[in-house]
């Protein structure tokens, strides 16, 4: 059983963002009213999804080769909607998935100038990238924002969509950190399960949560450094860093405590990991109450 301890509030941090740059002119025009979510930037849509073959891909779809996808926006307009967003001051956010969206969003953000100052763009997803594509996200400041689960649960699909020869950029998360781009992991809720023990594990092992494949998909793109990700550069993705994703001096004292080490577990122990106890603010919000067993309970009643 669990419980919560606090009534009456919403113990949830949210970084929210408006859908496109009207929407984003609109919110930022109207007086700030206490107590309001703030809005820090504008999400856009490249493309669609891999498993509708939405994705926009720069070859056709090797299950499907009369098509190559659709992208969302052309070139000008992701332009337009980006360089909006950010002379608001305000961080761009785009749904890139097929490497042809890839290549447009990472080509809209230099033309932007998101690679100056301290602007944190970002590409949601980035799950195909060409080859020749990776390096751009560095070279630019963007931030990769992925989401392990989603390797596990489309690696046959990727497998299929665009054959053997063209999965080098697909997942890559190894490799962008190499080549010294910003990642920031997450779920995709309500896409995926928001659990993040599952994408924890994921990430260290390129396995899903039945062990396969033996040994990892692409095991070299394993991603041990998988616990930041999900906290410290997470809360950089946001510009929230200081506020959150550690706990150090000054910053808010969210944290959960857990039944097991996670730097010790094995990747099938990782992903069943329970959290005991949530604290939001250094105030604990919620427990899990402990299970007496049927035994103990009848041998109390009977004394």
């Given at each position: 059983m669990n419980r919560a301890l606090v009534q009456g509030t919403l113990p949830l941090r949210?970084?929210?963002?408006?859908?496109?740059?009207?929407?984003?002119?609109?919110?930022?025009?109207?007086?700030?009213?206490?107590?309001?979510?703030?809005?820090?930037?504008?999400?856009?849509?490249?493309?669609?999804?891999?498993?509708?073959?939405?994705?926009?891909?720069?070859?056709?779809?090797?299950?499907?080769?009369?098509?190559?996808?659709?992208?969302?926006?052309?070139?000008?307009?992701?332009?337009?909607?980006?360089?909006?967003?950010?002379?608001?001051?305000?961080?761009?956010?785009?749904?890139?998935?097929?490497?042809?969206?890839?290549?447009?969003?990472?080509?809209?953000?230099?033309?932007?100038?998101?690679?100056?100052?301290?602007?944190?763009?970002?590409?949601?997803?980035?799950?195909?990238?060409?080859?020749?594509?990776?390096?751009?996200?560095?070279?630019?400041?963007?931030?990769?924002?992925?989401?392990?689960?989603?390797?596990?649960?489309?690696?046959?699909?990727?497998?299929?969509?665009?054959?053997?020869?063209?999965?080098?950029?697909?997942?890559?998360?190894?490799?962008?950190?190499?080549?010294?781009?910003?990642?920031?992991?997450?779920?995709?809720?309500?896409?995926?399960?928001?659990?993040?023990?599952?994408g924890l594990a994921a990430a260290v092992s390129r396995q899903g949560l039945d062990d396969?494949?033996?040994?990892?998909?692409?095991?070299?793109?394993?991603?041990?450094?998988?616990?930041?990700?999900?906290?410290?550069?997470?809360?950089?993705?946001?510009?929230?860093?200081?506020?959150?994703?550690?706990?150090?001096?000054?910053?808010?004292?969210?944290?959960?405590?857990?039944?097991?080490?996670?730097?010790?577990?094995?990747?099938?122990?990782?992903?069943?990991?329970?959290?005991?106890?949530?604290?939001?603010?250094?105030?604990?919000?919620?427990?899990?109450?402990?299970?007496?067993?049927?035994?103990?309970?009848?041998?109390?009643?009977?004394?």
């Open positions: 949210i970084f929210s963002y408006a859908g496109g740059s009207a929407e984003l002119a609109r919110i930022s025009a109207q007086p700030v009213i206490s107590g309001q979510m703030p809005v820090i930037g504008v999400k856009l849509y490249a493309d669609g999804a891999l498993g509708s073959r939405g994705a926009w891909l720069k070859a056709p779809y090797a299950d499907a080769p009369h098509t190559k996808g659709l992208p969302l926006l052309t070139p000008e307009a992701l332009r337009e909607q980006a360089s909006a967003a950010v002379g608001m001051g305000k961080q761009v956010a785009v749904h890139a998935i097929g490497d042809a969206a890839n290549d447009m969003v990472l080509g809209a953000f230099k033309d932007v100038g998101c690679g100056k100052g301290d602007r944190r763009c970002r590409v949601e997803h980035a799950q195909i990238v060409d080859v020749a594509d990776l390096d751009r996200f560095a070279a630019d400041k963007v931030i990769a924002s992925m989401q392990p689960v989603h390797q596990t649960s489309d690696r046959t699909m990727a497998e299929a969509r665009l054959g053997p020869q063209r999965l080098g950029g697909a997942y890559a998360w190894q490799t962008l950190v190499k080549r010294r781009a910003r990642l920031a992991l997450g779920s995709d809720f309500p896409v995926e399960d928001p659990n993040p023990f599952h396969q494949p033996a040994g990892g998909w692409r095991p070299w793109e394993r991603l041990g450094q998988a616990l930041a990700g999900f906290t410290r550069d997470a809360a950089y993705a946001s510009f929230a860093e200081k506020q959150m994703g550690g706990l150090e001096p000054g910053q808010w004292a969210d944290f959960i405590l857990v039944d097991r080490d996670p730097a010790a577990a094995s990747p099938h122990d990782l992903a069943r990991t329970q959290v005991l106890e949530t604290w939001i603010a250094g105030r604990k919000v919620w427990e899990k109450e402990a299970v007496v067993p049927a035994q103990a309970r009848t041998s109390g009643e009977r004394g």
